[in-house]
Structure formats: structure tokens, C-alpha cells
């Protein structure tokens, strides 16, 4: 498979290239050069294998030449060793028609490890053949943090630096990240918000001088590797539900719509989806834009559910460059316009066809704990705040009363306490492997929000 950017301008690179460089050259994100097609069959075929092995036969389509299936499947198979349920991503019903998808069942408790701990595997893969080591940096609103460190801190080609806005998450999230004692991982508190945090990274993957120096890459969310670890839960999950034949409904708590666009690019390798559903709470840009065609910028609301107080999406220009017919020349002029304005329009013809697949719905705060309190009650799950805005939101949509409708769970409850807490009156337990986290020494720097800053703490320790 080979690969080329949504502005069109950067140079084509196989599944090696891709994985290193995160951000294309040009400003944009690597995106396949055709989809890889799975038949109904094989889709059949899924449910009598073990997670893994669906995993490398999905991955491998995406990273063949440059890392073969026969390569692939001991790493693929050692990152999901360790995970705490043996179907990897189980299913737990509801309701009648309702089923929560499990997406905490690794290290870190998030579904960000599904992918993650894929990733940090195919750097080491990669760049041992070349006898090479890079810089790892990336924008942490929470959980990307931890998700992150955990599978850079065993890796021997990888320094890492993690930003995160200094207040802005959880206890729970900042101690995650800043207990793990690795020599090779760097954790920076930002003084600012999130979106500023991700701006410090942008700005250094376009200062080339720096980026060339210190080998920079990405794990965030950007990174192709990532949204192609994460289809692979969209297929094992329309699988145990009868698909093809029962295509069911997924609504995806989101904000930078990595995880969203994965089950849209599963829906474009041939799984049967009956609905895709783009829950956001009150950091709501793609759910403006669905509603008024305009992508617009707004103020970062601190929510709930803070790994989604996201304004810019920045998966979303994949979607925006397939919306505007693969016309990278398209897309450069309208992030352009977001980064001049603050606002692009969208056509009326791509406004069409995004309809025609997402649905979307933002959920207030007051929602939010009152569905997480509902379903408690009901069903005596504790639900974390990200799937409860799933879970509003696929409700809201919900067409199809025969068609299963499944809410992505990307978070294990016992991450967001305070919240669960609020909800349900007490919080749930921290799972064995995080019992002792409370007692865990914190290491991290507090730096101000400021690129040169950032930069002259990097020099000083990477080792690339
Ligand atoms: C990162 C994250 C999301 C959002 O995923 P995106 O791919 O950025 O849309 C949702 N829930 C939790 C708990 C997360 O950590």
C-alpha cells in the first residue's frame, strides 16, 4: 500500500514512511492510496478468530510491503497480550438492541491503546532495520498521554515528549502519565489549554530545521497506524453481531475523529454499517458543521469529558479530502481558510454526501450525568462520561429499531472518579494493575506556553 496527502503536495510513501513522518510534508495527513477490500466471507470468517489474528489480517493490508503479515502477527499478537479480557474488545449488552463495545481493556484503561500499543511495536520495527531512533512528541488532553507513554516507555528507538494543559485533566489521567519512571519518556506541563498544547506540536512539525534535527514524529491520533489499528474493532464487533446480514449502527463519542473515521473506513473496505453517529458534548465543531455547513472554530469548553473538549478535529480532514473528491488543491484552501478566519464552508455537494454518513449530536453536561446515572440504574453499569455522550447521541439517532446500535465505551470508569461520583454517587474501582496509582511518585516540568521554550527542553534531552 502507498500513500498520499490530503493537500496533495508531499511526496507518496509506503506504510514505513507514513508510520515515521505523522504529518505529511505539506501540512497534510497521509491517507491510502485505495481501499483494501474485505469480502463478506472473510467478514463471516472473523468471528471463529482471536482478536490478534483479525488484527493482522486487517493491518497488514494497510502496511504490506513494507512490514508483511508473516512480520506483523508476533508483534500484533504482543501488544494485545496483555490486555484484561481475552475477546480484547467484548461486547456487553444494555438494552434490547443496545451494546456497549469495550474499549478499556488495556494498560491504560482507554481505547487509545488499541492502536498505541500497536504503534509503539511497528516504530521499533521499522526503525531497528535502519538503525535509527526518532523523537516521539504529541498533545495530550488525557488519555493520548498515557496511551502514549505506555507503548513508547519498553521501546529502544524512541524519545518521548508528552505535552499536557497543566490543570486541565484529571488526576487520575496527569498520574498515569507522570508515575511511569522511563528514562526515555518526558512529561511537560503546559501553561495553557489543550488546543494550545497541540499547537506547540503543529508549529514544531513545521519548523523543518528542528523537525529534520530531532527525527520528530507523531503518535497522536494524526498518525495513520492509529486509525488503522482501530477499524479492526468494527469489524470484530459487526461480526459477533451477524453482519454482514445485520449491519449494526456505532455511535463514537468524539473529538479529533480518529476513532470515528476508522468505522468509516471500514464502511469503505466493505463492512455492512448501518449508521455512523458523531457524539461530541459541548465542543461541538462537527456537529455544527452537519448541521449549518460550516467548520468553525470555537472556544474550548472544559467538560465531563475532557479527552474530547476538542474545537479542531484534525482527523476530519481524511474525511474532507474524500468529501472534495480527492482534490488535495481543495482541502489546502480550506484549511487555509480555517487557519486565516477561523471558519471554512463546505459545498452544498459535500455537505450531501457527509450526511448521507454521519449523523451527529452533542450532549450537555446535565445529559450527560443523567444518562450515566439512568443506565446505572437501569443496568447496573457505571458508564465514564465519553460513553455516555455515545450513549445520548446513538439514542438520539437511533433509526433503526431491528439493527443493533452499539456505543463505543473508550474509556474504563474508574478514570473520570469525580465524575462517575457525581452521577451515580460513588466512583468505580481502579482495576488491580492502577490499585496503587495514588501512591506513585509524580515526575514532570512545568513550561510556559511557548514554542521556543518547549524546543530548547528538547534539545537538551532527546536522543535522536
Ligand atoms: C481520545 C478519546 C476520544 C476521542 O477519540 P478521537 O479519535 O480523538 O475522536 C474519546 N474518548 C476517550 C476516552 C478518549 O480518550
Given at each position: 500500500m502507498h500513500y498520499i496527502s490530503t493537500r496533495g503536495k508531499a511526496p507518496r510513501l509506503d506504510f514505513a514512511g507514513v508510520l515515521l513522518a505523522g504529518l505529511a510534508d505539506d501540512g497534510g495527513l497521509y491517507v491510502p492510496e485505495s481501499w483494501p477490500q474485505v469480502s463478506t466471507e472473510e467478514i463471516k470468517g472473523f468471528t471463529d478468530q482471536p482478536y490478534a489474528e483479525?488484527?493482522?489480517d486487517l493491518m497488514a493490508r494497510f502496511t504490506a510491503p513494507a512490514i508483511s503479515a508473516e512480520d506483523l502477527a508476533p508483534l500484533v499478537a504482543e501488544a494485545y497480550r496483555d490486555f484484561d479480557h481475552p475477546a480484547v474488545a467484548p461486547l456487553r449488552q444494555l438494552d434490547s438492541g443496545e451494546w456497549i463495545l469495550e474499549l478499556f481493556h488495556g494498560p491504560t484503561l482507554s481505547f487509545k491503546d488499541y492502536?498505541?500499543?500497536?504503534?509503539?511495536?511497528l516504530f521499533d520495527a521499522v526503525l531497528q532495520t535502519q538503525s535509527n531512533r526518532v523523537t516521539v512528541v504529541g498533545a495530550t488532553s488525557g488519555d493520548t498521554g498515557s496511551a502514549a507513554i505506555e507503548a513508547c516507555r519498553d521501546r529502544d528507538t524512541i524519545t518521548a515528549f508528552i505535552l499536557h494543559p497543566q490543570g486541565r485533566i484529571t488526576d487520575v489521567q496527569r498520574r498515569q502519565m507522570t508515575t511511569v519512571q522511563a528514562a526515555n519518556i518526558h512529561n511537560i506541563a503546559i501553561d495553557g489549554t489543550f488546543d494550545d498544547c497541540q499547537a506547540i506540536?503543529?508549529?514544531?512539525?513545521?519548523?523543518?530545521?528542528?523537525?529534520d534535527r530531532w527525527k520528530l514524529t507523531a503518535v497522536n491520533s494524526i498518525n495513520w497506524a492509529r486509525v488503522m489499528a482501530q477499524v479492526v474493532y468494527y469489524f470484530t464487533t459487526a461480526a459477533a453481531l451477524g453482519g454482514p446480514d445485520h449491519p449494526p449502527a456505532f455511535s463514537v463519542p468524539t473529538g479529533n475523529f480518529g476513532d470515528a473515521f476508522a468505522g468509516h473506513v471500514a464502511r469503505r473496505m466493505g463492512l455492512n454499517i448501518g449508521q455512523m453517529v458523531i457524539a461530541t458534548n459541548v465542543n461541538d465543531i462537527l456537529v455544527r458543521l452537519l448541521a449549518d455547513g460550516e467548520y468553525r472554530k470555537g472556544p474550548v469548553h472544559a467538560t465531563l469529558s475532557p479527552s474530547i473538549d476538542i474545537q479542531v478535529s484534525s482527523n476530519f480532514?481524511?474525511?474532507?479530502?474524500?468529501l472534495s473528491a480527492?482534490?488535495?488543491?481543495?482541502?489546502?484552501?480550506?484549511?487555509?481558510d480555517l487557519d486565516n478566519d477561523g471558519v471554512f464552508k463546505m459545498s452544498d455537494a459535500a455537505m450531501a454526501r457527509m450526511r448521507g454518513q454521519f449523523d451527529g449530536r452533542r450532549a450537555s453536561e446535565d445529559e450527560i450525568l443523567s444518562c450515566m446515572a439512568q443506565v446505572n440504574d437501569t443496568s447496573g453499569i457505571p458508564v465514564d462520561p465519553h460513553t455516555a455522550v455515545g450513549i445520548i447521541a446513538g439514542r438520539a439517532h437511533r433509526r433503526d429499531g431491528n439493527g443493533a446500535m452499539v456505543y463505543l465505551s473508550t474509556a474504563h470508569p474508574a478514570k473520570f472518579p469525580e465524575a462517575v461520583a457525581r452521577a451515580i454517587g460513588t466512583p468505580s474501582v481502579l482495576p488491580p494493575r492502577l490499585a496503587d496509582l495514588y501512591e506513585r511518585t509524580e515526575s514532570f516540568d512545568l513550561l510556559p506556553n511557548d514554542l521556543a521554550a518547549v524546543q530548547a527542553y528538547m534539545a537538551e534531552r532527546s536522543q535522536a
Amino acid at each position: 500500500m502507498h500513500y498520499i496527502s490530503t493537500r496533495g503536495k508531499a511526496p507518496r510513501l509506503d506504510f514505513a514512511g507514513v508510520l515515521l513522518a505523522g504529518l505529511a510534508d505539506d501540512g497534510g495527513l497521509y491517507v491510502p492510496e485505495s481501499w483494501p477490500q474485505v469480502s463478506t466471507e472473510e467478514i463471516k470468517g472473523f468471528t471463529d478468530q482471536p482478536y490478534a489474528e483479525v488484527a493482522t489480517d486487517l493491518m497488514a493490508r494497510f502496511t504490506a510491503p513494507a512490514i508483511s503479515a508473516e512480520d506483523l502477527a508476533p508483534l500484533v499478537a504482543e501488544a494485545y497480550r496483555d490486555f484484561d479480557h481475552p475477546a480484547v474488545a467484548p461486547l456487553r449488552q444494555l438494552d434490547s438492541g443496545e451494546w456497549i463495545l469495550e474499549l478499556f481493556h488495556g494498560p491504560t484503561l482507554s481505547f487509545k491503546d488499541y492502536a498505541l500499543q500497536v504503534v509503539g511495536r511497528l516504530f521499533d520495527a521499522v526503525l531497528q532495520t535502519q538503525s535509527n531512533r526518532v523523537t516521539v512528541v504529541g498533545a495530550t488532553s488525557g488519555d493520548t498521554g498515557s496511551a502514549a507513554i505506555e507503548a513508547c516507555r519498553d521501546r529502544d528507538t524512541i524519545t518521548a515528549f508528552i505535552l499536557h494543559p497543566q490543570g486541565r485533566i484529571t488526576d487520575v489521567q496527569r498520574r498515569q502519565m507522570t508515575t511511569v519512571q522511563a528514562a526515555n519518556i518526558h512529561n511537560i506541563a503546559i501553561d495553557g489549554t489543550f488546543d494550545d498544547c497541540q499547537a506547540i506540536v503543529k508549529q514544531m512539525f513545521g519548523d523543518k530545521v528542528f523537525r529534520d534535527r530531532w527525527k520528530l514524529t507523531a503518535v497522536n491520533s494524526i498518525n495513520w497506524a492509529r486509525v488503522m489499528a482501530q477499524v479492526v474493532y468494527y469489524f470484530t464487533t459487526a461480526a459477533a453481531l451477524g453482519g454482514p446480514d445485520h449491519p449494526p449502527a456505532f455511535s463514537v463519542p468524539t473529538g479529533n475523529f480518529g476513532d470515528a473515521f476508522a468505522g468509516h473506513v471500514a464502511r469503505r473496505m466493505g463492512l455492512n454499517i448501518g449508521q455512523m453517529v458523531i457524539a461530541t458534548n459541548v465542543n461541538d465543531i462537527l456537529v455544527r458543521l452537519l448541521a449549518d455547513g460550516e467548520y468553525r472554530k470555537g472556544p474550548v469548553h472544559a467538560t465531563l469529558s475532557p479527552s474530547i473538549d476538542i474545537q479542531v478535529s484534525s482527523n476530519f480532514e481524511r474525511l474532507l479530502f474524500e468529501l472534495s473528491a480527492d482534490d488535495g488543491d481543495i482541502v489546502a484552501k480550506l484549511m487555509d481558510d480555517l487557519d486565516n478566519d477561523g471558519v471554512f464552508k463546505m459545498s452544498d455537494a459535500a455537505m450531501a454526501r457527509m450526511r448521507g454518513q454521519f449523523d451527529g449530536r452533542r450532549a450537555s453536561e446535565d445529559e450527560i450525568l443523567s444518562c450515566m446515572a439512568q443506565v446505572n440504574d437501569t443496568s447496573g453499569i457505571p458508564v465514564d462520561p465519553h460513553t455516555a455522550v455515545g450513549i445520548i447521541a446513538g439514542r438520539a439517532h437511533r433509526r433503526d429499531g431491528n439493527g443493533a446500535m452499539v456505543y463505543l465505551s473508550t474509556a474504563h470508569p474508574a478514570k473520570f472518579p469525580e465524575a462517575v461520583a457525581r452521577a451515580i454517587g460513588t466512583p468505580s474501582v481502579l482495576p488491580p494493575r492502577l490499585a496503587d496509582l495514588y501512591e506513585r511518585t509524580e515526575s514532570f516540568d512545568l513550561l510556559p506556553n511557548d514554542l521556543a521554550a518547549v524546543q530548547a527542553y528538547m534539545a537538551e534531552r532527546s536522543q535522536a
